[in-house]
């Protein structure tokens, strides 16, 4: 039974300075600090249960998105969560609807990502409460409560409540036969921590063989920034991995349309399943375009991290334009806004790879896939999610992987919770790790100023 009223709501700035080892680096985002605006809700319930969230960013910018998340604050405090999670769907719309807030969204951008964190913190603590992962705490919940979570505003012209309702009416049937199935096997995953581009060949070809030693048969490569070298690579790669395994490929927005078609082709010889945000994340007729340049070539386009809402989702579903989709569990707007584009991926039969490349996002969207196997698709063909190896001790329930397939978390809550520890180690800008990074950047640009 959830109880108690938010009595307090803090966010702090934690990065971790990923760039130093070309962790994270692709195309576009060439020396990321992998980073949090991490969120924690205090209510006064006794159980002291606390609910923690976060959103994820590549550093720079962490403090905007903090400031976003403390505008958002008045909206939480003194509010009971049993009358928020009760009528679910009119908190989230409050929130994404603040008469002045709204201007400089509305639902995309720096307000949005905020909007995540603070409902990732709900969400976690309401399956904290219930005693329940928050894939389980979903897969039990009734199909109609489902629903009351979900804003279906602006996407009724494409799936509305009563298909929504059928959806979930139907996934019932074997549903405990595929929650057993997980239990027991893990869902598909795939690994992004071999082929970042910042990453030296020698260095590539040691992370593919012990990737290969341990079990893994989905490989992504970065791509983009140069053709010559990401044919060198992606041979590099697919000689490693042979011909038996899988390829993707993710180019990280770099291109325009006609060289992303053309760039593309040039790479199809080495059999590659996707090719992962071509061009910009906003060009819906562009990644249609793309999409179907490279049908003959039995290439598909996979996008979504970067998608602002439940909106392009739906155009992008509505034009054809992409193949394999991609939900971020921090992108949109938490859980709610991710059940919405689930059952509208079902109903157009389009698979869901989540993305995960980033800190906590194994942590949070191994839930989601989850219960969208269990209780929305009911199936694994074309079906994968993105596991990438870094940070994942900094929280307090850690991803875990087996044999390259993510294993159901058993704990209560939504994965969210960081060590305490590790925040105030990497806390921006007075953490130990960044008072030390900062003072030596300081010394060099020091040294510099003084050169002759």
């Known amino acids: 039974m959830v109880r108690g009223r938010i009595s307090r709501l803090s966010v702090r700035d934690v990065r971790f ?11 576009m985002h060439t020396d990321p600090d992998y980073s949090a605006a991490y969120v924690v809700i205090e209510t006064d319930a006794k159980d002291g249960l606390k609910g923690c969230g976060l959103t ?4 720079k910018g962490t403090e905007v998105v903090a400031c976003a998340v403390n505008a958002l604050a008045h909206h939480l405090l003194h509010k009971d969560i049993r009358d928020i999670v009760s009528d679910f769907r009119s908190f989230y719309r409050q929130l994404t609807s603040d008469g002045q807030l709204r201007w400089i969204g509305p639902e995309k951008g720096v307000v949005h990502l905020a909007t995540a964190a603070v409902l990732n913190a709900v969400w976690d603590l309401w399956a904290k409460q219930e005693g329940k992962p928050l894939w389980k ?3 039990d919940m009734d199909p109609k409560t489902l629903l009351s979570c979900i804003d279906f505003r602006y996407i009724t012209d494409v799936l509305t409540e009563e298909e929504a309702y059928e959806i979930l009416r139907k996934g019932r049937v074997g549903n405990k036969e595929r929650e057993e199935q997980m239990l027991a096997e893990g869902y598909p995953a795939y690994t992004t921590s071999c082929a970042w581009l910042g990453y030296s060949d020698h260095m590539l070809k040691q992370l593919c063989a012990e990737a290969l030693k341990d079990g893994w048969t989905r490989f992504k490569v970065k791509v983009g920034a140069d053709l010559q070298d990401d044919v060198r690579r992606c041979r590099l790669i697919r000689d490693m991995i042979g011909p038996e395994n899988t390829l993707m490929l993710d180019a990280n927005q770099r291109w325009d349309v006609p060289e992303a078609v053309e760039w593309t082709q040039k790479l199809a010889t080495f059999k590659p399943l996707w090719i992962e945000e071509p061009t910009s994340p906003d060009d819906i007729l562009g990644h249609a375009a793309i999409a179907k340049a490279l049908a003959p070539l039995g290439i598909g386009v996979a996008t979504g991290e970067q998608c602002h809402n439940r909106v392009i989702f739906k155009q992008l579903l509505q034009a054809k334009a992409l193949q394999f989709l991609q ?5 949109l707007g938490s859980v709610n806004e991710n059940l919405s584009v689930l059952l509208m991926a079902k109903k157009f039969e389009i698979p869901v790879c989540p993305h995960a490349g980033g800190v906590g996002l194994c942590e949070l969207v191994q839930h989601l896939i989850l219960f969208d196997y269990i209780s929305v698709s009911a199936s694994l063909q074309n079906r994968m999610c993105e596991y990438v190896d870094h940070l994942h001790e900094h929280f307090e329930y850690p991803v875990t992987i087996k044999k390259a397939a993510y294993m159901p978390p058993k704990d209560a809550g939504y994965s969210t919770e960081m060590k305490e520890e590790s925040i105030k180690k990497y806390q921006y800008p007075d953490g130990e790790v960044w008072k030390k990074l900062l003072a030596a950047q300081e010394n060099t640009s020091s040294a510099l100023r003084n050169f002759p």
């Open 17 to 27: 300075p990923t760039s130093l080892g070309g962790h994270g680096s692709d195309a």
């Open 56 to 59: 994820f960013t590549l550093g």
């Open 137 to 139: 705490l979903l897969v």
């Open 327 to 331: 939900i971020d569990s921090c992108r």
